[in-house]
Nanobody, 116 residues
Framework: QVQLVESGGGLVQPGGSVRLSCAASGIIFSIYTMGWFRQAPGKQRELVADITSGGSINYADSVKGRFTISRDNAKNTVYLQMNSLKPEDTAVYYC??????????WGQGTQVTVSS
């Protein structure tokens, strides 16, 4: 059974930082492209950042220079370090695992609220 379990969300003040984690099980983690998406109320889910099995990284323009994605294949975990947070970063953040010619899996999401 495949599971992606996100953690690390919560309430943070503008300008603050938070690190999200996504622990995967039931997949060969190292071959998957891992991504973070977010969905704000009334908006479509959007890509925040992803990292391929080879370590290539892609960021949404809105988070470049503020967010950092990384992965630890030994721990089957992908991280999203979020700095200089803004109220518009408020959303449910989802972890995704995908592989060419394979299935795509999603986590259950973790809420990040940026507010004073």
């Amino acid at each position: 059974q495949v599971q992606l379990v996100e953690s690390g969300g919560g309430l943070v003040q503008p300008g603050g930082s938070v690190r999200l984690s996504c622990a995967a099980s039931g997949i060969i983690f190292s071959i998957y492209t891992m991504g973070w998406f977010r969905q704000a109320p009334g908006k479509q889910r959007e890509l925040v950042a992803d990292i391929t099995s080879g370590g290539s990284i892609n960021y949404a323009d809105s988070v470049k220079g503020r967010f950092t994605i990384s992965r630890d294949n030994a721990k089957n975990t992908v991280y999203l370090q979020m700095n200089s947070l803004k109220p518009e970063d408020t959303a449910v953040y989802y972890c995704r695992a995908t592989v060419v010619r394979g299935r795509t899996y999603w986590g259950q999401g973790t809420q990040v609220t940026v507010s004073s």
